[in-house]
């Protein structure tokens, strides 16, 4: 059974950092994507990366602020947020998508969602 949780969300203040994990399970060769979804608004990607991590996605809103890392010994991928902005306020998915290739941008591309964690950011 494949399994991703989430973890690391929280309230923080503009300009503060945060790290999220996703821990995964039941999976081998994977791509993991990290996504976020506001109030009112879709879900968007925010960054991606291969199994091999040679190869990463970030978005436009976000390059140069996050790093999506991962660790495959450990199942996890990680996701270093810097400088956060009220903007990146949203709850935060990973998803994954089973083989070698990718990055992937598209929701619809990843197979096995996370169950989200809360990011706040006041001003």
């Known amino acids: 059974q494949v399994r991703l949780v989430e973890s690391g969300g929280g309230l923080v203040q503009a300009g503060d950092s945060l790290r999220l994990s996703c821990a995964a399970s039941?999976?081998?060769?994977?791509?993991m994507g990290w996504f976020r979804q506001a109030p009112g608004k879709e879900r968007e990607i925010v960054a991606s990366?291969?199994?091999?991590?040679?190869?990463?996605y970030y978005a436009a809103s976000v390059k140069g602020r996050f790093t999506i890392s991962r660790e495959n010994a450990k199942n996890t991928a990680y996701l270093q947020m810097n400088s956060l902005k009220p903007e990146d306020t949203a709850v935060y998915y990973c998803?994954?998508?089973?083989?070698?290739?990718?990055?992937?941008?598209?929701?619809?591309?990843?197979?096995?969602w996370g169950q989200g964690t809360q990011v706040t950011v006041s001003s």
């Open positions: 990366i291969t199994w091999s991590s040679r190869n990463t």
């Open positions: 998803a994954a998508k089973q083989g070698l290739a990718g990055p992937y941008y598209y929701t619809r591309s990843y197979d096995y």
């Open positions: 039941g999976l081998s060769t994977y791509a």
